[in-house]
């Protein structure tokens, strides 16, 4: 009888373990400048906007990055390196199981105001950070373009 309850409660652990891997999903991509050349040393965040978790990983040689088993979930992901702004990308959706591709084109210059990103679904439609906006025209046709990408759903 001992045996038994052994063996029963070997594979509900074995089914629990299997059930808490089939609930995640993960997010990689290639960072990279507007010229194309990978960008290393990247710091990639995912922060999850329910539980305000948050992972960080750095792209290796290769520009590339990989944030596996995160609970599905709805993330913001930010790129960050010293010389370039920062490229944030807001609200991307993550499933049971799915490899989300998120590839940022980091712009040169110290970070704030001018970032870009635009989304639809969970089909990045533009993702680089614009030049920053030298006046209210140019903040407005930014802000114009970000709204038609999402109608673009």
């Known amino acids: 009888m001992l045996k038994f309850r052994i063996l029963i409660l070997g594979v509900l652990v074995a089914l629990a373990s299997t059930t808490a891997r089939a609930q995640t999903g993960s997010i990689q991509g290639t960072v990279s400048d507007q010229t194309g050349a990978v960008v290393q040393g990247a710091e990639v965040a995912a922060r999850n906007l329910e539980t305000n978790a948050t992972r960080v990983t750095t792209t290796g040689g290769t520009g590339v990055y990989s944030l596996p088993n995160l609970s599905v979930g709805h993330y913001e992901v930010t790129v960050k390196k010293t010389g370039f702004k920062i490229y944030r990308l807001d609200d991307v959706q993550l499933t049971v199981a799915q490899v989300l591709g998120v590839d940022a084109d980091l712009v ?42 999402r109608r673009a759903s």
């Open 108 to 149: 040169p210059g110290a970070p704030g105001p001018g970032l870009y990103t635009a989304v639809a679904g969970n089909e990045v439609v533009a993702a680089a950070a614009a030049p920053a906006a030298t006046d209210a025209t140019d903040l407005l046709e930014a802000l114009r373009l970000s709204v038609e990408a």
